[in-house]
C-alpha cells in the first residue's frame, strides 16, 4: 500500500509562486509514475503534470505549460510541483497520484491518492 502526503499549498496572489510536495511511502522510490491533478468545486478532477518512473518523462496540461515544472527525487521518495506565475483560474484542490504504468491522464488509471493540498490564487 503505497500512502502519499501532499504539503506546500497555500493563499498566494496573482503571479506568484507556490511550490507542492508529496511524500511517499518508504521504498516506493521509482516504482510509481506520479501525477499531480486538480479539481475546482463543481469541476471535474483535471490532470496537471505527469512524470515516469525515471524522471526522464514529463507531461503538463496545456493550460501550465510554462509555468509548472514537476519533478521528483527518487532517493526521498518525493515529487514536487513548482508553480510559477500563478493565476485565479489554478485555485483548486491539488492532489498527488501515483500509478503503476506512466503516461496516464485519466484519474481512473491512478491507483493511489493523496489527501489533497489548497491553492487560493487571489486577486
Known amino acids: 500500500q503505497v500512502q502519499l502526503v501532499e504539503s506546500g499549498g497555500g493563499l498566494v496572489q496573482v503571479g506568484g509562486s507556490l511550490r507542492l510536495s508529496c511524500a511517499a511511502s518508504?521504498?516506493?522510490?521509482?516504482?510509481?509514475?506520479m501525477a499531480w491533478f486538480r479539481q475546482a468545486p463543481g469541476e471535474e478532477r483535471e490532470f496537471v503534470a505527469g512524470?515516469?518512473?525515471?524522471?526522464?518523462?514529463?507531461s503538463y496540461v496545456g493550460s501550465v505549460k510554462g509555468r509548472f515544472t514537476i519533478s521528483r527525487d527518487n532517493a526521498k521518495n518525493t515529487v514536487y510541483l513548482q508553480m510559477n506565475s500563478l493565476r485565479p483560474e489554478d485555485t483548486a484542490v491539488y492532489y498527488c497520484?501515483?500509478?503503476?504504468?506512466?503516461?496516464?491522464?485519466?484519474?481512473?488509471?491512478?491507483?493511489?491518492w493523496g489527501q489533497g493540498t489548497q491553492v487560493t490564487v487571489s486577486s
Open positions: 497520484a501515483a500509478s503503476t504504468v506512466e503516461g496516464r491522464i485519466r484519474p481512473q488509471s491512478y491507483n493511489y
Open positions: 512524470i515516469n518512473q525515471s524522471g526522464g518523462s514529463r
Open positions: 518508504e521504498g516506493t522510490g521509482s516504482g510509481y509514475a
